[in-house]
């Protein structure tokens, strides 16, 4: 049996699988980091791909090396109730709650911000989500080959925009790197790192690991070992693109401060961009395939969502499900893309972390022959951790004191446990509690098997 694929093969799945990541975040939020970071720059983008290119890497392989049949299936090795409830909330948080809504907004941000007035932004982005998630309701209603051939046709056109945006940046910079905003002016690293969790690709590879599993499966490979490496190799050709484009735009970002000045969020950087190198045209071109590409990722979103919990209430039609799910992400777009920022933040603070300990469980699973406590009780640790960091990331958005409850928690946690002020203090409990169950379970099955 062949267990290699062509390099064209590796290629073609590749490619598919970067149409699958690329989406609004890719764009806005490199810029950002590159704006913020200034000077730090090569620190900060240094973090920012750790999760925002090699978590995703590990996912799309920690599928294939699962052997599971969705992400629900992964998660149910903790327990029945938490696959339903951590694939669910992933669901959610890359559809209707923040990812779905992000590409309305990235969108007008892109294409339509610049041209309308600061006193009609508000009217502007509620005319244009109407008319945006309107569409996307339609076409989710009715799937259509359409959808296919403008994702196929728009994803290597905005890639072949992008780069040429981003080699004129680099041949003539808009200015010099500017100096590190407050917040990047000490642990730029560990600030990129955490910045990587907004993409939400980490979270939707294991949704999109099955797609790329399907695709090899259906050019002939069945081995798990095959499977795997052509997993690999696939991804790697994905984040690849991923990574070049997040250092050009971060780069593009850094250099912009000067000449198009400090904004809230990474949208403008590339209109503004676009604008100072080629004019009108090149922003209403830049626009216009943005506005193409955020469509066919907002409907991809939308029917995601509909046909998974599809899955779990049966009794509920699809279709209501996507006007649904269509309505309530046209109401959050609303809210604007800065707010959807600030509020994803907190959800990502408290999914992300129960999400890199699924991988890292998916790959140790031998050595602790599959035994369910590990990963309940993982699981369970980094569960009361990244809750409260969560909690404590609602409070400081929301720009209010911690809850009194809170105090004593935080306190324990900020004392006791390594890297928690950077956002990591659930990392090393865990590995401590796979260490501790792992040796607990095999010294069991030793003493079983005399």
């Known amino acids: 049996m062949n267990e290699k694929l062509s390099i064209k093969s590796y290629v073609v799945i590749g490619v598919m699988l970067f149409a699958l990541f690329f989406g609004a975040g890719n764009l806005i939020f490199p810029a950002q980091l590159g704006q913020q970071a200034?000077?730090?720059?090569w620190l900060g983008i240094s973090g920012f791909l750790i999760t925002g290119v090699g978590l995703p890497l590990l996912g799309i392989i920690a599928m294939s090396f699962?052997?599971?049949?969705?992400?629900?299936?992964?998660?149910?090795?903790?327990?029945?109730?938490?696959?339903?409830?951590?694939?669910s909330l992933l669901y959610l948080t890359i559809g209707p709650f923040f990812a779905a809504p992000r590409t309305g907004t990235v969108a007008y941000e892109v294409g339509i911000a610049p041209f309308v007035e600061k006193q009609y932004e508000d009217i502007g982005l509620f005319i244009f989500t109407i008319v945006f998630f309107g569409i996307t309701l339609f076409l989710s209603l009715k799937p259509a080959k359409i959808v296919d051939y403008i994702g196929k046709i728009l994803a290597p056109g905005l890639v072949i925009l992008?780069?040429?945006?981003?080699?004129?940046?680099?041949?003539?910079?808009?200015?010099?790197?500017?100096?590190?905003?407050?917040?990047?002016?000490?642990?730029?690293?560990?600030?990129?790192?955490?910045?990587?969790?907004?993409?939400?690709?980490?979270?939707?590879?294991?949704?999109?690991?099955?797609?790329?599993?399907?695709?090899?499966?259906?050019?002939?490979?069945?081995?798990?070992?095959?499977?795997?490496?052509?997993?690999?190799?696939?991804?790697?050709?994905?984040?690849?693109?991923?990574?070049?484009?997040?250092?050009?735009?971060?780069?593009?970002?850094?250099?912009?401060?000067?000449?198009?000045g400090l904004f809230a969020t990474g949208g403008p950087v590339l209109s503004g961009a676009a604008s100072y190198y080629f004019g009108k045209l090149g922003s209403l071109l830049l626009a216009l395939v943005i506005f193409l590409?955020?469509?066919?990722?907002?409907?991809?979103?939308?029917?995601?969502?509909?046909?998974?919990?599809?899955?779990?209430?049966?009794?509920?039609?699809?279709?209501?499900?996507?006007?649904?799910?269509?309505?309530?992400?046209?109401?959050?777009?609303?809210?604007?893309?800065?707010?959807?920022?600030?509020?994803?933040?907190?959800?990502?603070?408290?999914?992300?972390?129960?999400?890199?300990?699924?991988?890292?469980?998916?790959?140790?699973?031998?050595?602790?022959?599959h035994a369910r406590i590990v990963y309940l009780s993982t699981i369970a640790v980094t569960f009361l951790i990244s809750i409260f960091d969560g909690l404590k990331s609602l409070c400081q958005s929301?720009?209010?004191?911690?809850?009194?409850?809170?105090?004593?928690?935080?306190?324990?946690?900020?004392?006791?446990?390594?890297?928690?002020?950077?956002?990591?203090?659930?990392?090393?409990p865990a590995i401590l509690v796979i260490c501790i169950t792992t040796v607990i379970i095999r010294m069991q099955t030793s003493k079983q098997k005399q």
């Open 162 to 260: 992008i780069f040429i945006l981003l080699a004129v940046s680099f041949l003539h910079p808009m200015g010099e790197i500017s100096s590190p905003q407050q917040s990047y002016e000490n642990g730029s690293f560990v600030k990129g790192f955490l910045e990587g969790y907004n993409t939400m690709d980490a979270l939707a590879s294991l949704v999109f690991g099955i797609i790329v599993i399907n695709s090899i499966k259906a050019i002939g490979l069945t081995s798990k070992k095959g499977i795997m490496q052509a997993s690999a190799k696939s991804g790697a050709v994905a984040i690849g693109l991923l990574a070049l484009i997040y250092i050009g735009i971060s780069y593009l970002g850094a250099t912009s401060v000067e000449s198009l």
């Open 38 to 41: 200034g000077s730090n720059l």
């Open 66 to 87: 699962s052997g599971s049949n969705n992400l629900q299936d992964l998660a149910s090795r903790v327990h029945p109730l938490y696959g339903i409830f951590f694939t």
């Open 293 to 369: 590409a955020c469509l066919t990722t907002a409907i991809g979103l939308i029917t995601a969502n509909a046909e998974y919990f599809h899955t779990i209430f049966p009794k509920i039609s699809y279709k209501l499900l996507v006007v649904f799910f269509s309505v309530s992400t046209f109401v959050i777009a609303n809210f604007g893309l800065a707010n959807i920022i600030v509020f994803s933040v907190p959800v990502l603070m408290f999914l992300y972390p129960l999400a890199i300990v699924l991988m890292l469980l998916t790959f140790l699973s031998p050595l602790f022959y």
């Open 398 to 428: 929301l720009a209010i004191d911690y809850f009194h409850w809170m105090q004593p928690v935080l306190s324990l946690y900020e004392e006791y446990l390594p890297f928690y002020e950077q956002g990591l203090g659930w990392f090393l």
